[in-house]
């Protein structure tokens, strides 16, 4: 594994980690794990062939990483119920779309 995916697998953790701390301290586990609900959209890599290839970007190629679902993601964020839930959603496209410049830099 390289050292671009292992940065960006601890980016996935530490962001929320680090946002959780900031915004929703006395309720930072919830918070945390809330956000890190959002690497449930990383379901989407088990329909591609290969599952996983380290140097495909997956936003605009998995179906829950393009641009209908970042709209529902974003209206996740409305309700109060869902509004972390819908952040870590939004969280883990943005650090996957980071990812992707990465990989264009250093291609």
Do not use: E
């Not at 980016?11 to 301290?25: D, E, T």
């Not at 379901?43 to 679902?69: E, K, M, Q, W």
């Amino acid at each position: 594994m390289s050292l671009r995916a292992i940065l960006h697998l601890c980016l996935h953790i530490a962001v929320p980690a680090l946002l959780a701390w900031l915004f929703w301290r006395p309720q930072f586990a919830k918070a945390w794990m809330l956000l890190l609900l959002g690497w449930v959209i990383d379901l989407d890599h088990l329909l591609a062939d290969p599952i996983y290839a380290p140097n495909r970007c997956s936003v605009g190629f998995h179906p829950l990483h393009t641009a209908p679902a970042v709209l529902v993601y974003a209206g996740l964020t409305v309700p109060k119920r869902t509004r972390v839930f819908g952040i870590g959603l939004l969280l883990h496209i943005v650090l996957d779309a980071i990812d992707c410049v990465w990989m264009r830099v250093t291609a």
